[in-house]
């Protein structure tokens, strides 16, 4: 295609609009490309190694469960590979985990992920997290809580296209809603219920403030964290993308969260900007928590080394800054960065959506082992914070 940039044209806003119109057009033509036939994600199957190595089990052990056929044993394809399905590997994830799932008593775990910047692998992280608890047995709710609708674009919804206002936690901000529940969809991935996110979201911005300003008693900070008070007694796992600013959104979702998880990339920007996000955290929780006689706490605070890039020499000089500042939050492992979304469909997933076949095997296994120690670690934790709450339940 040839550039046709003029050097002296004037922009009106009608031009903006048509060309708007135009970059819409050309990203749901996209879609309809990357996700041929239908325009809609599919979940990945499983080998019997892949089943068995996220039960824990052997080879010879899975073997034997399948020959007892007490659990789904998958399907046979022409060849003599036995695929399982999606739901299949959580029913074996469920049952042969049992001993990591929910426990009676206890409510889902809510994690946010945050970081004042864009780019540092927000929604990446929290969508790969719910992938793999999912994977592992949980029954994950994500909630798109940046008007961006970069998750809601990851689940294959085009947040202008396939989510409508009503969709979104707008009708929780404007106070028509009381409870999530309204906004729960279904995706392509059993196991992972979403509340999406559009451009309407944006208006949250300003409704919540102007709440604070005419009803008494209003809380614009706990908006999201009495909204979720069913779906932590439905779910085991609740997940909140946020956007790249402190937004009144983005407070809900820290106040909504028993557990933080921030990702940051080693290099000096980012790492400056991390120490303002904290400061404007740490001020706007003296405002609206403490200062009110108020507590709280959180059940972990995680930072993950980001999109480390293995041959840039400043970054193990951050990465040093980063373990001072932030000692034992930093989590111990480090998320490479990788070719694995260089390639534009795979924009349109994670590493759990990649079929291993189509890239470098090196490349794949590195991010993927990453991200499964990630998956492993804030399990650990989730398993932790369950057994808080139990213990804080027999305590009283
Ligand atoms: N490990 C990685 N290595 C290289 N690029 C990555 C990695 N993880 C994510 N990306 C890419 O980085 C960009 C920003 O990621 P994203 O998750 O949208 O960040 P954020 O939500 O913080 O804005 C995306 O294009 C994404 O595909
Ligand atoms: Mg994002």
């Known amino acids: ?65 399948i020959k007892k056929a007490e ?58 997290l719910a992938q ?10 994500v909630i798109d809580t940046d008007p961006q609708g970069s998750m809601t674009t990851l689940f294959g919804l085009l947040p202008d296209v396939d989510v409508t206002d009503e969709q979104t936690i707008l009708s929780l901000c404007y106070g028509t809603e009381l409870s999530i529940d309204y906004a729960i969809t279904p995706t392509y991935w059993s196991g992972i219920d979403i509340v999406p996110a559009n451009l309407a979201l944006y208006s949250a ?31 085991d796992v609740i997940i909140l993308d946020t956007s790249p600013s402190l937004s009144y959104l983005t407070i809900n979702a820290l106040l909504a969260s028993d557990g933080l998880i921030m990702p940051l990339p080693p290099s000096t920007l980012d ?9 404007l955290f740490n001020d706007l929780a003296a405002n609206l928590v403490t200062n009110r006689g108020k507590s709280k706490s959180f059940d972990f605070v995680d930072v993950l080394l980001a999109r480390v890039d293995a041959n840039d ?3 193990s000089v951050v990465r040093e800054w980063i373990t001072a500042g932030y000692a034992n939050m930093v989590l111990p492992v480090e998320i490479p960065k990788t070719a694995l979304t260089a390639s534009a469909s795979a924009e349109f997933g994670t590493v759990y959506d990649t079929d291993p076949a189509t890239i470098n095997a090196r490349t794949y296994r590195r991010a993927f082992d990453a991200y499964e120690r990630v998956v492993e670690l804030v399990e650990e934790q989730i398993l932790t914070a369950w057994k808080r709450q139990i213990g804080e339940q027999h305590g009283s």
């Open 313 to 315: 020499a400043s970054s």
């Open 132 to 141: 793999g608890l999912s994977l592992r047995g949980h029954k994950v709710l």
């Open 205 to 235: 911005e300003f409704a919540l403030p102007s709440r604070q300003k005419s009803e008494a008693n209003f809380e614009f900070w706990n908006v999201l964290n009495h909204g979720i008070d069913t779906a932590r007694t439905n779910y």
């Open 71 to 128: 659990l789904p044993v998958g399907n046979m394809e022409g060849s003599a590979r036995r695929r399982f399905s999606l739901e299949d590997t959580r029913i074996w994830a469920q049952t042969e985990r049992s001993k990591f799932m929910r426990p009676k008593d206890a409510e889902a775990i809510t994690i946010a992920v945050a970081n004042f910047k864009g780019g540092v692998t927000k929604t990446t992280t929290a969508v790969t």
């Open 271 to 279: 790492f400056t900007s991390s120490g303002q996000f904290w400061n």
């Open 1 to 65: 295609m040839t550039n046709k940039k003029k050097m002296d044209s004037r922009v009106s806003l009608e031009d903006l609009i048509l060309t708007s119109n135009r970059v819409g057009a050309v990203i749901e033509s996209v879609r309809g490309t990357m996700l041929a036939p239908d325009a809609r994600k599919r979940p990945p199957t499983f080998t019997t190694n892949q089943v068995a190595a996220i039960c824990g089990l052997e080879k010879s052990q899975m073997d034997y469960r």
